[in-house]
């Protein structure tokens, strides 16, 4: 074995057109950029988004509305899923732990007490807020509330 019968694995290389690698490779030259621009030239990127100095989709696009930054998103429990919780486990008093080892809620969530449903038991509810409805029906039912 010597350097004149020496060549390269079987599927080790690719039958394709290598860019950049002078005239005699067929794709010399420019090396398939063009002439001039900045797509020709080395380095060059654009931004995300960029559609050539046309006005890009996301500023074509209308803004509507306002979204405001402090809003506090509440994950709602309704009363006939207490009454539920009740029935199932007897319990006597339902907080941010029981409701999230039951998976009604996660751990960073606000929970607000919503009025569907009827509670018939006799609970002591512990969340962040509640309704004017969820309100009256839970102390209708002699429970009490505790806001968080």
Same mark, same amino acid.
């Given at each position: 074995?010597?350097?004149?019968?020496?060549?390269?694995?079987? *599927?080790?290389?690719?039958?394709?057109? /290598?860019? !950049?690698?002078? =005239?005699?490779? %067929?794709?010399? +030259?420019?090396?398939?950029? *063009?002439?001039?621009?900045?797509?020709? /030239?080395? !380095?060059?990127? =654009?931004?995300? %988004?960029?559609? +050539?100095?046309?006005?890009?989709?996301?500023?074509?696009?209308?803004?509507?509305?306002?979204?405001?930054?402090?809003?506090?998103?509440?994950?709602?429990?309704?009363?006939?899923?207490?009454?539920?919780?009740?029935?199932?486990?007897?319990?006597?008093?339902?907080?941010?732990?029981?409701?999230?080892?039951?998976?009604?809620?996660?751990?960073?969530?606000?929970?607000?007490?919503?009025?569907?449903?009827?509670?018939?038991?006799?609970?002591?509810?512990?969340?962040?807020?509640?309704?004017?409805?969820?309100?009256?029906?839970?102390?209708?039912?002699?429970?009490?509330?505790?806001?968080?």
């Amino acid at each position: 074995m010597n350097l004149s019968n020496l060549k390269p694995a079987e *599927g080790s290389t690719k039958n394709r057109k /290598r860019i !950049g690698r002078g =005239t005699g490779s %067929g794709r010399g +030259g420019t090396s398939t950029r *063009g002439h001039k621009g900045a797509g020709s /030239r080395s !380095g060059t990127s =654009t931004k995300v %988004g960029f559609e +050539g100095g046309q006005m890009p989709l996301q500023r074509r696009v209308p803004k509507v509305g306002f979204k405001n930054p402090n809003r506090v998103e509440y994950v709602g429990v309704n009363l006939d899923v207490l009454q539920a919780l009740t029935e199932k486990f007897t319990l006597t008093s339902v907080d941010f732990d029981i409701l999230k080892e039951h998976g009604l809620v996660s751990r960073n969530d606000v929970v607000k007490i919503l009025g569907r449903g009827e509670l018939k038991a006799k609970l002591e509810v512990k969340a962040h807020a509640f309704t004017a409805t969820a309100q009256k029906a839970i102390e209708a039912a002699g429970g009490t509330i505790v806001k968080l």
